[in-house]
């Protein structure tokens, strides 16, 4: 399993309710690939939403995406961590 | 408090060594600005390195950064989260 941070941009001034209905529709299939999508954040003022999940591959997590219909080429494999 | 995710470019090929090397130099410092980073990701194919992070303000945030020698104006505040 690897972890994933994607980014979706364009979403300036988007709200928690657009978030959250993004959110499950991609939790709502993420089993079919083994994907699991743990938080999404939202900077309304950039525009900017980052997705973090973690699964068995980028295609597995892009496939997840195109079908909740909010596709993104922009996806970063987190294979270093530090707390 | 607010929560930031903020972003360093060029780190292609970096190593956990050396991410958990510069962590370290926030962690030292970043009480004095009342800030906390809980997390850093390498992508080191991307060379991209990402900072979860809460605290009192993006320019509080920035100047641990500069202090600790990796200032970056890449700061993103995810005033939207959901799980």
Do not use: N
């Amino acid at each position: 399993m690897a972890r994933f941070l994607d980014v979706h941009t364009g979403f300036v001034g988007g709200t928690v309710q657009q978030l959250q209905a993004a959110h499950e529709r991609d939790i709502a299939i993420e089993k079919d690939e083994g994907m699991h999508f743990e938080r999404a954040w939202l900077d309304p003022e950039a525009g900017k939403i980052f997705c973090l999940s973690y699964g068995p591959s980028r295609e597995a997590l892009m496939r997840i995406h195109e079908r909740a219909g909010h596709p993104t080429a922009e996806v970063y494999e987190l294979s270093i961590e530090v707390i």
